[in-house]
C-alpha cells in the first residue's frame, strides 16, 4: 500500500546548527503537509505544499516539494530550543475524503 | 480557532472493558479522523468519517468501531480494551470544502489499559 517514510527518527543537534528532515512517498502525491508536535502536545499543522517543485518559508524554517511530488524536505536554519518537537510529514490520500497518510516523524532535540 | 475537544485527556481502564472515547469540533467540519500514536510507528489511521453515520475503516481498525450520530461529535469505541491498546488516541477534523487546509487535533487521550 501506500506509504510515507520519513528520515531520520531522530536528530540531536547544538543550537545554532541547522537541521533537515526527509520524506519520500511511495507513489505521487497530490499535496504534502507538515505538521510539528511539541512534547506533550498534540500536532499542529504548519504548512501545505500542492505545486510540483515548491518552495514556501516560514522564518527559519524552509519547506520543499519535489519536482515528481513524491518527496518533501523540511530545513531549520539555527535551530533554537523553541524547535524542539516531532515533525510530521503528511501526503493526501484522498482528495474526497481528506485522508492523509503520516509519516513516522523526527524527533528534533536542541541542545542549549 | 478551531477547536477539537476530546473528553479525557488521560484514562485508566481494565483489560475487557467497553471504553468510549469522546471528540466533538466546533466548526461545522464534515470529516473527522480517529489515530492512534505510538513511539516509532508515527499517527495510524483508525476509523474515519466524512459525514452523519458515515464511516470507514482506516488502517487499523480492529478491535475498534466508531459512532457518528451528530456532525460535531465523532465517538471511539473499544469494544473489549486490551492491553495492546494501551496508546495516545488523537482525534481531528478537517472541513471537505477545505481539504486542503490541514488537520486540527484534539489534545489527546492517553489509554492504559491495565
Known amino acids: 500500500g501506500q506509504q510515507v517514510m520519513q528520515i531520520p527518527q531522530y536528530q540531536h543537534v547544538q543550537e545554532g546548527e541547522d537541521f533537515t528532515t526527509y520524506c519520500n512517498s511511495s507513489t505521487t502525491l497530490s499535496n504534502i503537509q507538515w505538521y510539528k508536535q511539541r512534547p506533550g502536545g498534540h500536532p499542529v499543522f504548519l504548512i501545505q505544499l500542492v505545486k510540483s517543485g515548491e518552495v514556501k518559508k516560514q522564518k527559519r524554517l524552509t519547506f520543499q516539494f519535489g519536482e515528481a511530488k513524491k518527496n518533501s524536505s523540511l530545513h531549520i536554519t539555527a535551530t533554537q530550543t523553541t524547535d524542539v518537537g516531532t515533525y510530521f510529514c503528511?501526503?493526501?490520500?484522498?482528495?474526497?475524503?481528506?485522508?492523509?497518510?503520516f509519516g513516522q516523524g523526527t524527533t528534533l532535540q536542541v541542545k542549549p | 480557532d478551531v477547536k477539537v475537544t476530546q473528553s479525557s485527556r488521560y484514562l485508566v481502564k481494565r483489560t475487557g472493558e467497553k471504553v468510549f472515547l469522546e471528540c466533538v469540533q466546533d466548526m461545522d467540519h464534515e470529516n473527522m479522523f480517529w489515530y492512534r500514536q505510538d513511539p516509532g510507528l508515527g499517527l495510524r489511521l483508525i476509523y474515519f468519517s466524512y459525514d452523519v453515520k458515515m464511516k470507514e475503516k482506516g488502517d487499523i481498525p480492529e478491535g475498534y468501531s466508531v459512532s457518528r450520530e451528530k456532525k460535531e461529535r465523532f465517538s471511539l469505541i473499544l469494544e473489549s480494551a486490551s492491553t495492546n491498546q494501551t496508546s495516545m488516541y488523537l482525534c481531528?477534523?478537517?472541513?471537505?470544502?477545505?481539504?486542503?487546509?490541514?488537520?486540527?487535533f484534539g489534545s489527546g487521550t492517553r489509554l492504559t489499559v491495565v
Open positions: 481531528a477534523s478537517t472541513s471537505r470544502s477545505r481539504a486542503f487546509y490541514g488537520y486540527t
Open positions: 503528511a501526503g493526501l490520500r484522498s482528495s474526497n475524503t481528506g485522508k492523509l497518510i
